[in-house]
C-alpha cells in the first residue's frame, strides 16, 4: 500500500511510502482509506517544524483527520464490513495521569499522550490503516464525501461542551454567538451553533468567497469589520476564538456580554508583541465575572457528539467546505493554502 510519510523534524522530507499490507486481525479494524483532510498541523509536520516518529523509526505516517471504510471487522466489535469510520486521534499516557486515568485523555496533564498522525503513532494517510474498535467512530453513510470533516467537528464539539459547563455555574441563557475566523473550525463552531438555535455571527477579514457564502447558506451573519467594533455592538453571550490571532483574542475577551464566556480554539504565533491594557482587562473579566478558557483536541463524546452533529447537517452545505480534492500522488498539490481554500482533503483510494 501507498502512504504518505515524513521525517518529523526535517524540513522536505515528506514522501510516497510503500508500506507492507497490515493484516486483520481479532484486535483491530481493517479499514481502507478514502480520504483526510489536510490541516495546518500537517503542513507545520511537513516543515519540520512539530511531530515526532513513532518510537525506534524516523518516519512517521501523516494524516489525522480521517475517513474510511471497514473491510474486516473483529467479531463482537460492534461494526461490520462496509461501515464508514472514523478512526480518534488521541490516546492516554501509559502512566497514566489522573485525567486520563479516568478516560479524560484529552485532557491529559503531564503531556505523554500520543496522537495518530502527529506524536509517536502512525497516521491515516495510507490506503490501508487498522485501528481498535474501542477509538473508531461510525458515521452516518450520507457522509461518504465529506466524513473527513468530522475530526474538526469534535474539537468544536468539546469547545462548546466547554462552554456550556462554565455557563452552568449560574444562570445560562446564551443567545448570540461571535465565531472569529471562517476557516473549518470556524464555520463548524458555526454550524453547531446553529444548531443550538442561537443567532450565530462569524467575523473574518475577507470580503468575498466561498466562506462568505457558506456562512450566509448556513443562516449565520457574516461580518469583516474590526473585531472590537463588530463585538462591541453585538455584545456576545458566548465567543468562540479560532484565529489565534493576538489582537483578535484580545478585543474579542474585551466586549462580551456580562458574564461573557471566550473559548479559544486558535494557536497563536509566539514571538509576535501585542500592547494592551492589562489592567482594563482585568477589571473587566473580574467585574464582568467573564470567562477565558482554551480547548484542544477532543475525547470519545466528542467525536460522537460530532457524528451526531454532521448527520443532522445539510450534507449539501459541508460540501462547501471542502473546496478541493488533490489525489494522494499529488500531495504536495495539497500544501499549498489558497486565499479561497477552507478545507483541502487528499484522496487515497
Same mark, same amino acid.
Given at each position: 500500500?501507498?502512504?504518505?510519510?515524513?521525517?518529523?523534524?526535517?524540513?522536505?522530507? #515528506?514522501?510516497?511510502?510503500?508500506?507492507?499490507?497490515?493484516?486483520?486481525?481479532?484486535?483491530?479494524?481493517?479499514?481502507e482509506?478514502?480520504?483526510?483532510?489536510?490541516?495546518?498541523?500537517?503542513?507545520?509536520?511537513?516543515?519540520?517544524d512539530?511531530?515526532?516518529?513513532?518510537?525506534?523509526?524516523?518516519?512517521?505516517?501523516?494524516?489525522?483527520?480521517?475517513?474510511?471504510?471497514v473491510?474486516?471487522?473483529?467479531?463482537?466489535?460492534?461494526?461490520?464490513?462496509?461501515?464508514?469510520?472514523?478512526?480518534?486521534?488521541?490516546?492516554?499516557?501509559?502512566?497514566?495521569?489522573?485525567?486520563?486515568?479516568?478516560?479524560?485523555?484529552?485532557?491529559?496533564?503531564?503531556?505523554?499522550?500520543?496522537?495518530?498522525?502527529?506524536?509517536?503513532?502512525?497516521?491515516?494517510?495510507?490506503?490501508?490503516?487498522?485501528?481498535?474498535?474501542?477509538?473508531?467512530?461510525?458515521?452516518?453513510?450520507?457522509?461518504?464525501?465529506?466524513?473527513?470533516?468530522?475530526?474538526?467537528?469534535?474539537?468544536?464539539?468539546? #469547545?462548546?461542551?466547554?462552554?456550556?459547563?462554565?455557563?452552568?455555574?449560574?444562570?445560562?441563557?446564551?443567545?448570540?454567538?461571535?465565531?472569529?475566523?471562517?476557516?473549518?473550525?470556524?464555520?463548524?463552531?458555526?454550524?453547531?451553533?446553529?444548531?443550538?438555535?442561537?443567532?450565530?455571527?462569524?467575523?473574518?477579514?475577507?470580503?468575498?468567497?466561498?466562506?462568505?457564502?457558506?456562512?450566509?447558506?448556513?443562516?449565520?451573519?457574516?461580518?469583516?469589520?474590526?473585531?472590537?467594533?463588530?463585538?462591541?455592538?453585538?455584545?456576545?453571550?458566548v465567543?468562540?476564538?479560532?484565529?489565534?490571532?493576538g489582537?483578535?483574542?484580545?478585543?474579542?475577551?474585551?466586549?462580551?456580554?456580562?458574564?461573557?464566556?471566550?473559548?479559544?480554539?486558535?494557536?497563536?504565533?509566539?514571538?509576535?508583541?501585542?500592547?494592551?491594557?492589562?489592567?482594563?482587562q482585568?477589571?473587566?473579566?473580574?467585574?464582568?465575572?467573564?470567562?477565558?478558557?482554551?480547548?484542544?483536541?477532543?475525547?470519545?463524546?466528542?467525536?460522537?457528539?460530532?457524528?451526531?452533529?454532521?448527520?443532522?447537517?445539510?450534507?449539501?452545505?459541508?460540501?462547501?467546505?471542502?473546496?478541493?480534492?488533490?489525489p494522494?500522488?499529488?500531495?504536495?498539490?495539497?500544501?499549498?493554502?489558497h486565499?479561497?481554500?477552507?478545507?483541502?482533503?487528499?484522496?487515497?483510494?
Amino acid at each position: 500500500m501507498r502512504a504518505l510519510t515524513v521525517q518529523p523534524g526535517t524540513a522536505g522530507t #515528506a514522501e510516497l511510502t510503500d508500506l507492507p499490507d497490515p493484516t486483520p486481525s481479532d484486535q483491530r479494524l481493517l479499514v481502507e482509506g478514502l480520504a483526510v483532510g489536510v490541516c495546518g498541523t500537517d503542513r507545520e509536520i511537513i516543515a519540520g517544524d512539530y511531530g515526532w516518529a513513532p518510537p525506534g523509526r524516523d518516519r512517521l505516517v501523516l494524516g489525522h483527520e480521517s475517513l474510511g471504510r471497514v473491510q474486516h471487522a473483529p467479531p463482537g466489535s460492534d461494526f461490520h464490513d462496509g461501515d464508514l469510520v472514523v478512526g480518534v486521534v488521541r490516546r492516554p499516557d501509559p502512566v497514566p495521569c489522573g485525567a486520563c486515568a479516568h478516560g479524560e485523555f484529552d485532557m491529559c496533564r503531564n503531556g505523554r499522550y500520543t496522537e495518530r498522525g502527529i506524536k509517536e503513532l502512525d497516521g491515516y494517510a495510507a490506503q490501508l490503516w487498522t485501528v481498535e474498535p474501542d477509538y473508531a467512530v461510525r458515521l452516518d453513510p450520507r457522509l461518504t464525501e465529506v466524513g473527513m470533516l468530522m475530526e474538526p467537528t469534535t474539537v468544536v464539539a468539546k #469547545a462548546w461542551e466547554q462552554v456550556d459547563t462554565i455557563g452552568a455555574r449560574s444562570f445560562y441563557d446564551p443567545r448570540r454567538v461571535l465565531i472569529t475566523g471562517a476557516g473549518p473550525i470556524g464555520l463548524l463552531a458555526a454550524l453547531l451553533g446553529i444548531q443550538r438555535g442561537l443567532d450565530v455571527h462569524v467575523l473574518d477579514r475577507i470580503t468575498a468567497g466561498p466562506k462568505i457564502d457558506a456562512v450566509t447558506a448556513l443562516g449565520a451573519t457574516y461580518h469583516h469589520d474590526p473585531v472590537d467594533e463588530v463585538a462591541g455592538k453585538l455584545q456576545p453571550d458566548v465567543v468562540i476564538e479560532a484565529t489565534g490571532a493576538g489582537s483578535v483574542v484580545f478585543d474579542a475577551i474585551a466586549n462580551t456580554a456580562a458574564y461573557g464566556i471566550t473559548c479559544l480554539t486558535g494557536v497563536s504565533t509566539p514571538g509576535r508583541r501585542l500592547s494592551i491594557d492589562a489592567g482594563a482587562q482585568n477589571r473587566e473579566i473580574v467585574l464582568d465575572n467573564d470567562v477565558v478558557v482554551g480547548s484542544v483536541n477532543a475525547n470519545l463524546r466528542h467525536y460522537h457528539t460530532a457524528a451526531d452533529a454532521l448527520g443532522k447537517a445539510d450534507v449539501d452545505w459541508l460540501r462547501r467546505l471542502i473546496t478541493r480534492r488533490v489525489p494522494l500522488e499529488k500531495f504536495t498539490d495539497a500544501l499549498t493554502a489558497h486565499p479561497d481554500d477552507i478545507k483541502v482533503v487528499l484522496t487515497l483510494s
